[in-house]
């Protein structure tokens, strides 16, 4: 069900980061079978029991799961308890409080989960092509900061994405992009116009700082275990998630 990686600790607290993939769960295609997206036309019920298995396998109780209505933006919430449903509006997730787990739905874009070892405090991040581009993860990394957490110690997972080989985008979305990140500007295998959006996601946290950033190589339109949106259309969403034992 989940691959994780958790880069060395320097100190205190130790946080847990996992990516999940479209194995062992209850949906049926074309959503098969760990689907954890609410949104994309999935039954309900297989949706919820996914999650459920989500909570058991981490050992938390499942309203201790904090999730994301995603939109392409900026918007990043600060939270210190479960909530009863999706933050709206919400494309990152920060927290101090231990044993509460942020939880980033993706099937192309970066799913990006950033932790500082030393105050204890997590973030989860969508970060697609506008939303690097318009600058979520500085609003990521200031609602940390706001929480005392300090650039020095921050590491970061990304989770697995499209790959630039892959990723075929006009000249001018690309240059849009390349302006924030210059080194998500790439060619694809095709030799067109291409993004590698964990390039410009990596470029953009060590710009600020972030001197540990380990990337997941996999590559979601490559690899069958994995939700893809591009190659598929119609699917499912892995989760990237991120927590303090409590």
Do not use: K
Not at 20 to 40: A, I, K
Not at 173 to 189: E, G, H, I, L
Not at 206 to 214: D, F, K
Request: net charge neutral; aromatic share 2%; hydrophobic share 45%.
């Amino acid at each position: 069900m989940t691959r994780s990686d958790t880069p060395a600790a320097p100190t205190a607290v130790r946080p847990r980061r996992v990516v999940t993939d479209r194995r062992g769960g209850r949906s049926r295609s074309p959503y098969e079978s760990f689907n954890l997206g609410d949104h994309v036309g999935d039954d309900p019920a297989d949706v919820a029991a996914n999650r459920s298995r989500v909570a058991r396998e981490l050992g938390v109780p499942e309203d201790r799961l904090v999730w994301m209505q995603q939109v392409h933006g900026t918007g990043v919430a600060v939270v210190d308890g479960p909530q009863g449903a999706p933050v709206a509006g919400t494309d990152g997730l920060v927290t101090a409080t231990r044993g509460l787990v942020l939880c980033v739905l993706v099937a192309d874009c970066v799913p990006v989960l950033l932790a500082d070892h030393e105050t204890g405090v997590v973030a989860a991040v969508h970060a697609g092509r506008e939303g690097l581009r318009a600058g979520v993860l500085p609003a990521a990394l200031s609602a940390m900061a706001s929480l005392g957490a300090r650039a020095r110690y921050v590491t970061a997972l990304l989770g697995p994405a499209v790959c630039g080989a892959c990723y075929e985008v006009p000249a001018q979305m690309q240059a849009d992009v390349a302006r924030v990140a210059p080194s998500a500007a790439v060619r694809t295998r095709a030799g067109t116009t291409g993004l590698d959006l964990r390039a410009g996601v990596a470029e953009v946290l060590r710009r600020a700082g972030i001197a540990e950033v380990v990337q997941d190589p996999r590559c979601t339109v490559e690899d069958p275990t994995l939700f893809s949106h591009r190659r598929d259309r119609v699917t499912g969403r892995q989760a990237g998630i991120v927590w303090l034992d409590a």
